[in-house]
């Protein structure tokens, strides 16, 4: 992606919405992605994000600084019980991810709803 950090908000979309799962930057309006799965979605989205700044860039338009400080390295260490990492494993392994992007969608999507910010 960009050397610029930028915050997303990730939610599934509904059947209704066509399923898979958008993101959406909110610092760059109306740069968005989509994709059947996650990781689709990721990649879309860092086309997209690549795409708003060269669009920005020719126009000349102003590229906002990301409104979330550099000092997040995106890693911190958590401890659960080992009925739930078990329960998470299990889930990821049948979903077709790793514990590490499913515990990350769900924490995005808990986030999307109350604050509308993650990553």
């Known amino acids: 992606m960009s050397d610029l950090q930028y915050p997303m908000t990730i939610r599934p979309l509904t059947k209704e919405e066509g399923g898979g799962y958008l993101i959406e930057f909110p610092d760059l309006p109306g740069c968005m992605a989509d994709g059947e799965t ?8 860092e086309d997209a994000l690549q795409a708003w700044l060269a669009t920005a860039k020719e126009f000349g338009d102003e590229i906002p600084e990301p409104s979330i400080a550099s000092k997040y390295s995106g890693q911190w260490r958590i401890r659960l019980p080992k009925s739930l990492h078990a329960a998470l494993a299990l889930r990821a392994k049948s979903e077709g991810v790793s514990l590490n992007m499913l515990a990350a969608t769900i924490l995005a999507q808990a ?6 910010a993650s990553h």
């Open 38 to 45: 996650m990781e689709e979605a990721l990649h879309e989205a």
């Open 111 to 116: 986030c999307g709803q109350k604050t509308n």
